[in-house]
């Protein structure tokens, strides 16, 4: 069982940035694809980015291209979500995911960090 644990979420001006950290625990964090979605209220579940265990290769949501970069550090269980340039529109809550093959899954999710983006 893979628990994560996410912080970094606040209260940003549009154009500042954040720092998302996600700490996993309870498994081979190596051989896990992860994720971060991001939902806001009245909207559907985004995946924003995953980064692949192999190759550590990297998907991006067009809407964040650009100006959110992922990253992991598999001795740090820890996966990361630098957020540059923000707008109001990227406001939700960031939650990352876990899975073996197909992070559209999610097998394991944490609580998630609110990020709100004021204009």
């Known amino acids: 069982q893979v628990q994560l644990v996410e912080s970094g979420g606040g209260l940003v001006q549009a154009g500042g940035s954040l720092r998302l950290s996600c700490v996993a625990s309870g498994g081979t964090f190596s051989r896990y694809d992860m994720g971060w979605f991001r939902q806001a209220p009245g909207k559907e579940r985004e995946l924003v980015v995953s980064i692949r265990w192999i190759g550590g290769f990297t998907s991006y949501a067009d809407s964040v291209k650009g100006r959110f970069t992922v990253s992991r550090d598999n001795a740090k269980n820890t996966v990361y979500l630098q957020m540059s340039n923000l707008k109001p529109e990227d406001t939700a809550l960031y939650y990352c995911?876990?899975?073996?093959?197909?992070?559209?899954?999610?097998?394991?999710r944490g609580q998630g960090t609110q990020v709100t983006v004021s204009s």
């Open positions: 995911a876990a899975d073996t093959s197909n992070i559209f899954v999610a097998r394991y």
